[in-house]
Each structure stands twice: as structure tokens, then as C-alpha cells.
């Protein structure tokens, strides 16, 4: 008997109708012979619907704590729901919050890391060959406090049960057949992908492809347990995010991938001397500000630029902490920029292959997309480029690394 762990998206349990899809789905993976967790998101709209309301209240910002108390009830709606739909069908199922199933976390309201899953009461329902249905997205902190995960968080609540109780799989339905060489709804020409590895699969959620959550991806990694990607709306097989060894095809480049949400700070007239970097970033990450990528110019007369990006969302903390700090270190001037998007090609066979970078370079060039920005890994050369180019950007880079047959498997790979 196979333990599997499903996932279904906001789009998937949409409306009752798709529920009751949801239910039949759940219910046929029991009646062939396996032990089914069910984990759901909100209903399609549902938390966004639920931070507009908080903001209608006006203020500032709303209590973190309270605020989690708030989006976690999306979930809460949906368990029961299903559970609901699931006992129509004859069968018998369980709904849990994440603190009545044991999902742990650290105090960080709105990003809370899980610290440990306590699965005892998961077995007992497993056990009694009930099917258990359990809210994703939420956890209880040590105080008994609700807290949520970030955005798209149901993807790491499955993954992270799977881990827990060694599932055989962790399948994600979704609302669409799996991982694509590029988001499906920009790139139409995009491709579906039958596996991915999940150095691959990191660097694409981290870099835009939000079919899953980043964290999803880490936890899969750490226990080895094997994410299917796939549609709640068909019987297609999805794709697999696998161990390298297990991943068929090894593409030169695997997927391209766009992010629209990071702005860019630049620090002009930086004293080039040792001690003045740290300076400068000290107290953003004091702030808890996540920067991502950075760049220090060659310096002349002594000066140099620092230049570095952070998500939009914190962009306005970010550049009057930028601010305050060139003052301190005496740079002659901050300039901010909110309209990049950062463009990526990722793919495990870069490694095995020169002139990638080049071949990026000289395919944005050809459309007169300037980049102001590079960063490079052994498996990702990101771009940063302005944000009205970005479609045009991926469209370009997938026609020439995938569409022109370049996504061919690479043949010299031992
Ligand atoms: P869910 O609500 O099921 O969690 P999401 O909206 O979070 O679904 O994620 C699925 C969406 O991810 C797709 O509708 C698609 O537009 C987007 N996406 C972005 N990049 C990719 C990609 N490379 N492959 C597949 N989907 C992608
Ligand atoms: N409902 C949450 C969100 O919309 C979590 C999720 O769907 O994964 O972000
Ligand atoms: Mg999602």
C-alpha cells in the first residue's frame, strides 16, 4: 500500500463543483489501494479577497499575529468543505487545521519557517483508514499562535507532510499539466517537461516560476521524496521533480523564467576601500531585508557604484535605509528603479556547455533589449533588464534555447 500526499491549488477547489471533483479524485486513490493526505489551499481569489479586506480597514499595517488569524481561515473553509464532499461520496475523511495536525512553526507571522511536524495524529487517522484532509499554508508557533507561510505556501505544508510521514509521492495538482519550459500563460509556445531535477526546479521557483513555492522545493530536496506536478482537470501525467540521477533528459537549458516583482537600488560614489560594503548592507539586513543580486563597479578616482535589487514589496524600506547609510558612508548619491524584471535561463547541461552565456546575451541584443544587470551560477545566468522587455526577453530566449531544438538532451554527458 502506497502512502501518497496530494496538493490542490485555489483553482482546483475554485468553487463546489471543482470540490466535488477534488473529492471523486481523492477518493479513487484510496479505492486503488492507498493511504490518501489530502492537503488544500483557499479557494481560487479567497485570500486575496481576505488581505483586501484588512487593508479596507485602513491604518498603516495590520497586526502580523492577527493577520495570519485572518488569512489562515481561506484554508479552514476549504478542509471542511472537502471533507464535506468526501463523505457524500460514502467515504469517511477528517479535516485538520495545521495546529490540530501537528504543523509546527516559528513565531514569523506572514513567513513562518516550519520547525517540525508532529504526525502522530495523522497515523491514527491513516490508520483508521480515514481519509485525512488537511489545511495548508498554516502552523501554530510554540505559544499556540496561528501563523501562515507566505504565499503559496499549501505547496510547502504537502511537501513538508510528505517528508514527514516518507510518502511515496507528493503530488501537486494544479491548474495546469505540470512544470513547462516557461510559464505556459507568457511563453505560448512553451513545452511541458516530463522531469526536472531539483537543483533545476530551485533555481526556476526562486527565479519566477511560481508553480511552486521555493521552500516546497528545498524540503523535497532534503528528503528525497519525489514532487508529481499535474492537473486537477485531467488524467495526464504531469511532471516529475526528481533526483538528478532519475531526471531522462539532460537540456541545455531547461526553463526560462521571468520576475517581475524586485526593484533596483543603486549607491553612486562609494569610497572604494575595505569595511564599506558591510557598512552599507548592515543595516538593511538588520531590517530583514532579503537582497538578491549585487554589483560593484570597477572603481575610478577612488569611488565606485554599488548597485543591488530587492523585492518590490520593500523597496520603499530598502531606499531610505539606503539612503540614510550613503549619508553615513559619505556617497554622493541613491537612485531607485521599480521597473526591471529579471530574466533567467536555467538548465543542469550549462555546465557541459560554453558560449551559453554569450548565445543570451547576443539574442537580447538582437531585439534591443539592453541589460543593466548579469548574474551567474553553474546552472542559471540571470539578467536584469527593464520591465516593459521581459515578455519579448522570454519569448526570444525560449524560441533560441529551446524551440530551435536546442533543447535537445545533451549527448556528451557521462
Ligand atoms: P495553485 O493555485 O494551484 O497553487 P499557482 O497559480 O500558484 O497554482 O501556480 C500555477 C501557475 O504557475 C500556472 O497557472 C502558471 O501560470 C504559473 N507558472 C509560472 N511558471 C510556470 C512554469 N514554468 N510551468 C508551469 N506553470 C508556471
Ligand atoms: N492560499 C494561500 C495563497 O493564496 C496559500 C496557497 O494557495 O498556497 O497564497
Ligand atoms: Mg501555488
Known amino acids: 500500500m502506497a502512502l501518497i500526499v496530494q496538493k490542490y491549488g485555489g483553482t482546483s477547489v475554485g468553487d463546489p463543483v471543482r470540490i466535488r471533483n477534488v473529492a471523486k479524485r481523492v477518493v479513487a486513490t484510496l479505492e486503488a489501494g492507498n493511504q490518501v493526505v489530502v492537503c488544500v489551499s483557499a479557494m481560487r481569489g479567497e485570500t486575496n479577497g481576505l488581505v483586501e479586506l484588512a487593508q479596507q480597514l485602513g491604518g498603516e499595517q495590520p497586526d502580523a499575529r492577527e493577520f495570519d488569524v485572518l ?4 484554508e479552514q473553509k476549504t478542509i471542511a468543505l472537502l471533507s464535506m464532499a468526501i463523505g457524500q461520496l460514502g467515504f469517511e475523511a477528517r479535516s485538520f487545521t ?3 495536525m501537528g504543523m509546527h512553526t516559528d513565531s514569523d507571522f506572514g513567513r513562518a519557517r ?4 508532529d504526525c502522530s495524529t495523522l497515523r491514527e487517522t491513516l490508520d483508521d483508514g480515514v481519509i485525512a484532509v488537511i489545511a495548508g ?6 505559544a499556540g499562535n496561528i501563523t501562515t507561510l507566505g504565499r503559496g505556501g499549501s505547496d510547502t505544508s504537502a ?21 513547462y519550459t516557461a510559464d505556459p500563460r507568457v511563453v505560448p509556445n512553451a513545452r511541458k517537461l516530463h522531469s526536472v531535477s531539483y537543483e533545476e526546479m530551485l533555481e526556476m521557483a526562486s527565479l519566477g516560476a511560481k508553480v511552486l513555492q521555493i521552500r516546497s522545493v528545498k524540503f523535497a530536496t532534503q528528503y528525497g521524496v ?29 526553463g526560462v523564467t521571468h520576475k517581475l516583482n524586485e526593484a533596483k537600488i543603486r549607491v553612486k560614489g562609494v569610497q572604494d576601500h575595505p569595511g564599506i560594503a558591510g557598512k552599507l548592507f548592515a543595516p538593511l539586513s538588520q531590517a530583514g531585508i532579503l537582497i538578491d543580486m549585487i554589483v560593484q563597479n570597477l572603481s575610478s578616482d577612488g569611488t565606485t557604484d554599488m548597485t543591488f535589487t530587492v523585492s518590490r514589496a520593500e523597496y520603499n524600506k530598502a531606499l531610505e535605509i539606503a539612503n540614510a547609510a550613503a549619508s553615513e558612508i559619505g556617497a554622493s548619491e541613491v537612485e531607485g528603479d521599480q521597473s526591471i524584471a529579471k530574466i533567467s535561463i536555467v538548465g543542469l547541461g550549462m555546465q557541459d556547455h560554453a558560449g551559453v ?27 536584469v533588464i527593464e520591465e516593459k522587455y ?6 526570444s530566449l525560449h524560441a533560441e534555447f529551446i524551440e530551435d531544438g536546442a533543447a535537445e538532451p545533451v549527448a556528451d554527458v557521462p
Open 390 to 395: 521581459a515578455e519579448l526577453a522570454l519569448r
Open 357 to 383: 552565456a554569450t548565445r543570451m546575451f547576443t539574442t537580447l541584443a538582437s531585439e534591443g533589449i539592453n541589460i543593466q544587470l548579469i548574474s551567474t551560477s553553474e546552472i542559471k545566468i540571470s539578467v
Open 137 to 142: 499554508f498554516q502552523g501554530v508557533d510554540g
Open 71 to 74: 488569512l489562515s481561515t481561506g
Open 98 to 100: 495545521g495546529g490540530q
Open 114 to 117: 516550519i520547525s517540525d511536524i
Open 226 to 254: 519525489p514532487i508529481h506536478v499535474r492537473s486537477s482537470f485531467n488524467d495526464a501525467e504531469g511532471t516529475w521533480v526528481m533526483s538528478e540521477e532519475d531526471v531522462m533528459e539532460r537540456l541545455v537549458v531547461s
Open 159 to 179: 511537501v513538508a507532510v510528505a517528508c514527514a510521514l516518507g510518502a511515496d509521492v507528493c503530488e501537486i495538482y494544479t491548474d495546469v499539466d505540470g512544470v
